[in-house]
């Protein structure tokens, strides 16, 4: 207990002084604005009426107040830690530390993207460097210069996203501008800008009118190669994209070539790979057949290299596009485009390693 002043006015604080030790946070700081606030405790009252005393009391009076406000202020002061420290404890005794801790989320790269830096890997160890161009593109671009009739039904509105809006022609008709359907006309863009011989990977996101099911997106990513140098032939081709295959599955890998048609390439041919779901010996994912197509392919059309400013008479060059959310569908043994491009963290963080 506080010792008596032998002052009524300050005696009379002693008991509310003595029981700060026993008060609840909210009392406390009740307790601490009424005797030691700066405008209304009792204490600093006591301590502007010094004065006022007599002044044979000043002396002993201020010193008696004086006393008080310092075993308040330290009272509170004790009161407040003791009751930190018991919340404290409560929320230590509140935590179950006998229960396995949370793992923590790890971020990992979409398997697309991890297809693509793959592909780019194996090239790069080929000479090949990296090139990218805008996406949105004109019909120059996208088709004429890519050897695509005018009237090609790849430039119906019903097959390529048009964009209303204003524009500055890059090159006499040049037409709309639309999202490019494919990376090829960064092709024709590294032909202007870059002598032979060209060796480039060309990844990027390219846009179609198709609908969103199991096997289609409206966009998706895709990557290209273009080679261009003096005497290049079918056979480079074909050496240049087993060789991909049997670096990117497994060294044992079987590839066939069959032709077909591209307005960019002639002669053209698609690219299958053994099903890697099966192992060649047919399945639902590869029909039944034990291969699964990877990618376009062909040598590089005369009106082409002309379209990007080079001889077709010195020059031939060869070039290939692939998907790799294809790709990556059949190294995972994804079913479902839609599961690569929908953003479901549940599914794209089994990916991680150790899992999600």
Known sequence: ?????????????????????????????????????????????????????????????????????????????????????????????????????RRRWVGVQHPVNAVIDEIGEIFRALGFTIAIGPEVETEWYNFLALNFPADHPAMDQHDTLY?????????????????????????IRVMQSSPPPIRVLIPGMVYRSDPFDPSHAPAFAQVEGLAIDEGISFVDLKATLTHFARRF????????????????????????????????????????????????????????????????ERYTGWAFGMGPARIAMQRHGVTDIRLLYEGDMRFLGQFARGGA
């Not at 509310?16 to 406390?28: F, G, Y």
């Not at 006022?52 to 107040?65: L, T």
């Not at 079987?254 to 010996?281: H, I, N, W």
């Open 163 to 187: 964009l209303d809006a204003p524009r500055v022609h890059e090159t006499p008709g040049d037409g709309k501008l639309l999202l490019r359907t494919h990376t090829s006309p960064v092709q």
């Open 1 to 101: 207990m506080t010792a008596p002043t032998g002052y009524p006015e300050l005696d009379a604080l002693l008991p509310r002084i003595d029981a700060i030790p026993n008060l609840a946070a909210a009392e406390l700081d009740e307790a601490e604005i009424a005797l030691v606030g700066r405008k209304a405790g009792a204490l600093t009252a006591a301590a502007r009426a010094v004065a006022s005393r007599a002044p044979e009391e000043r002396r002993a009076f201020g010193q008696a107040v004086n006393a008080l406000k310092t075993a308040t202020e330290a009272a509170v002061a004790a009161r407040r830690a003791q009751l930190a420290e018991a919340a404290a404890a409560s929320e230590r005794r509140a935590v179950d530390l006998t229960m396995p801790a």
């Open 249 to 312: 599955f497994s060294a044992d890998t079987a590839v066939r070539f069959r032709p077909s048609y591209f307005p960019f390439t002639e002669p053209s041919a698609e690219m299958d790979v053994a099903c890697q779901l099966c192992k060649g010996l047919g399945c639902g994912a590869c029909k039944g057949t034990g291969w699964m197509e990877i990618l376009g392919c062909g040598m590089v059309h005369p009106n082409v290299l002309q379209c990007g400013g080079i001889a077709p």
